[in-house]
């Protein structure tokens, strides 16, 4: 179960790990690692200095022999040169009361008294004294070998058990004896302080100190352990320090732990409810990173705690001679670190597996719909698909019932099995017999559906396919609606022929999908697990095929497009049509082919379905003006339908219904084609304003030539009034015929003269610099009168020309200012002035452009393509420009009517 699939798992998954970490730790389980680790960075020590405490006088066995000639000078040498302690790892036996007295009387002698254990089976006895000893008021610790962890000598007993007494051992008892008190530490064993190696214990050897080879320097002030070699069972340790060929000796082990005790440096240990604390921090911090990194991130960090982790360790026993066992930790943290990203895996498996159901729902749901083959209704989708090009009032689909010749219904509409009599379920019976002999759709002479209300015509299909009775089609027609004419019998045996094939491969595909999910098979081969991956190949595969057969058709489309299939379901949608749609609020997903048709159209639901009849059936490719789809735009609506082109993608799972695959319906925007055609109807406009006004002022002249009370004066001014009209009206009428015969389509990439209406383009410019001029807070007025003539002039030319001239006004002019615009006609022109609060535009260098100029700055090159423009056209364009007060660009454009 993923991390986060419960609320408190990381936390649950917290305490289990260090309840068990902590556990193991405390029941010794983690003990030969930990004990592993501590040996190693025992030996890798930082100071090796001698010790200040302790100086060996190291022996073999023979010396333990030896008697007063030995013992008594070098024991007396030893207090003569100030030792501050002088410690026997033995008894001496061959040695006199002397030896022992000059010991007690000392204070400063400690020997060790050895524990006998020959037999394993009997309890350990002390060793006896020696003759010479008894009486003798001496000072004794008890000589016994370590104790060992898994073979390994690491600690030394401070006491020693024996017959239910306790013992200090000779460790301990010297360090009693010299320090005045017990030693820090109370455990009964202690850890052993290896740091330094061997070299940080002195040694000489026994024979040359008995020799006299005494040095006050090495002895005053010092210890001396005089040690004889191979006196216990054990002669020899492994330690911390041991190799494999070499073995620490019992003497330097004693020495070891004796100076140990001597110096104060015994090995702390962390107690046990103190790792609880550090291992619940490092728990819960690594099970929080894991789920913030990635495995990369992840890892690496770990690596560098554990690093951490075990230099921390490393320093804290070199340098305060405290052991924090590492391994509890790495293993909380690691643990942690497996679990974390376990379950990590395990919420990626679980999304992957979600993505790859979620993407195969997706692919056969948006990109195409569920396939027919997978589809758990086919038979609804043919009904779907039977009215959408038929008006059908009722229909049935029967299927026969394996191995009888009974009927049982599949699916119905506007019916059910219980309108078929149940006399008529047999399909051995007429009138089934009659059609199958026929195997053609006929219309029956006794109904054969129970009678309604409305007066209908009642059909019935066999469904045969290979020679196999598959089932029947039952439907029926209202008598008003349709009637039985060759083409509508030509359409239903269409679909009789069609579903039958179909569905007969139908069948055939579930029988192979039946094999293919056998539970059994998939366990017995591993590839249960595989079925979502399997799901997403096959997905992929259809969509393949999918893209294969519309990438050509939608490639080249720049009009707003949507496939259907038969079915009447969406395939795939262009981006200009999901924005039309969107902008219309047309849930195009939701609506079928008709449905789309009617509501672009406006169609009823009579005209809509007549359009798919001639799509599917007569395969004609029909265009649609839509005047009203969007406001503002004018569209003309495609419907294509679409044939396979290449056969040989079919599979048996992708038999076509029909021999089309979808239908294409294509909104193609003709708003600017209309546009240049509105030229015309602003020029008619114009001159059928015109002609009035010079009718009109014929008409009044007239009327004062009727008038008898007009002087002769009046008269003739009345007559040269109308003759100079009808001159205007005659030259008018010229150049209206003059610019009927340009093509005006040609108009709209290149240069031209036609009469336009100048403050159109001028607003288009105006509207599409406005936010540029608000970054500098420039405010653009324009100034233009109610009813204005028509100027010679192209189209998006005239456009473009306005919209250099205003960007080089806004960039001449002052931020926070104004730009003025206003539009002017005087006598044969019509003049536009841009005026401005600036800098003052170079003009003199403007008005050097004549069009002719071969290569200019981006800026200055704009301007020679307005000139040349301004002057194809028969214009005028002027510039001024006074520095530090602004500009003023007149541009002046001939009149039409």
Known sequence: MPLNNKRYSVLNIGAAIISLVWLAHIFAVFNPLNGFAY????????????????????????????????????????????????????LPERV???????????????????????????????????TAALGKNLTVGLVEAAPNQSGIYRTQRRTIGIDGRSFASLEYRAAQTLLGGPTALAAPDYLINFIGGSARIPKVKLAQAAAGGLVKELIAGHTVLVGIYGLEPLSTYFTPLSTASHETSDVLYHAFGLDTLLAQRAIGVLPDIWMLPLILVITLATLMFCQQMDFQHALGLSLVFSLVYTLACWLA?????????????????????????????????????????????????????????????????????????????????????????????????????????????????????????????????RPYLRPIAIEEQQYLAPLIFAGDILGFWAFTVASKAVRPTQKFLDLTHAFMTQISEILYYRQEWQKREAQEQNNILSYLSFSQGSKPYQMLSKSLVLLDKRIAELQQVFNSLNTGGVLYDLFGRVLLLNNNMEELAKSEDLKLYNLTAMDFIAAVTGYDAPEARLIMQKAIFDREMLSLPIPHFKAGRDFILHIQPLKLQDMNLQ?????????????????????????????????????????????ATMVFALTILEDTATSTAEKGFALSSIKGKIEETLATLESVNAQMNIDIESLAENLGCYPINGQEPLKKAVSSLTEYAALRAIKIQVNSPRLLSLV?????????????????????????????????????WVHFFFRNNGIGIASNKLQQLDGQTPQLPAEELEMDEVAQAVKFWGGHIEFSSQLGKGSTVTLMLKRFL
């Open 96 to 130: 006199s009361a002397n030896f022992y007295q000059l010991a007690a009387d000392s204070g400063k002698v400690v020997f060790g008294r050895h524990v006998l254990n020959s037999d394993p089976y009997s309890p350990p006895t002390l060793q006896n004294f020696p």
């Open 317 to 445: 026993l070199q340098g305060m001679f405290f052991w924090v066992p590492p391994v509890p930790l790495l293993t909380a943290q690691w643990l942690a670190f497996a679990v974390a990203w376990r379950y990590r895996i395990v919420q990626e498996n679980q999304v992957l597996d979600a993505m790859l159901f979620n993407l195969s729902v997706n692919l056969q749901e948006k990109a195409f719909p569920v396939s027919f083959y997978y589809s758990q209704d086919p038979w609804g989708q043919l009904i779907i698909m039977i009215n959408q090009t038929l008006n059908l009032n009722r229909m049935i689909f029967l299927e026969r019932v394996p191995d009888d010749h009974r009927l049982k219904e599949i699916k119905a509409f506007n019916c059910s099995i219980s309108d078929v009599g149940e006399a008529r379920r047999d399909f051995h019976r007429t009138p089934y017999s009659t059609v199958i002999q026929e195997q053609k759709p006929l219309l029956l002479e």
């Open 651 to 695: 599979t048996d799972e992708s038999v076509p219904v029909f021999e089309i695959i979808g239908i294409l319906c294509e909104l193609e925007d003709v708003t600017e084609l209309k546009a240049i055609y509105r030229l015309k109807e602003q020029m008619f406009e114009r001159f059928n304003f015109q002609m009035r006004n010079d009718f």
């Open 39 to 90: 040996d190693h960075l025992m030996r890798n020590y930082i100071n090796a200095s001698a010790s200040g405490q302790l100086i060996v006088f190291d022996g073999d066995k023979q010396y333990a022999e030896r008697g007063d000639e030995v013992w008594l000078p070098l024991l007396k040498g030893l207090l003569a040169q100030d030792a501050k302690q002088v410690v026997f790892n033995f």
């Open 792 to 828: 010679l002039a192209s189209p998006n030319e005239l456009y473009s020309t306005f919209h250099t001239l205003l960007t080089i006004m806004l960039n001449d002019t002052f931020e926070g200012s104004d730009v003025w615009i206003t539009i002017e006609e005087k006598n044969e």
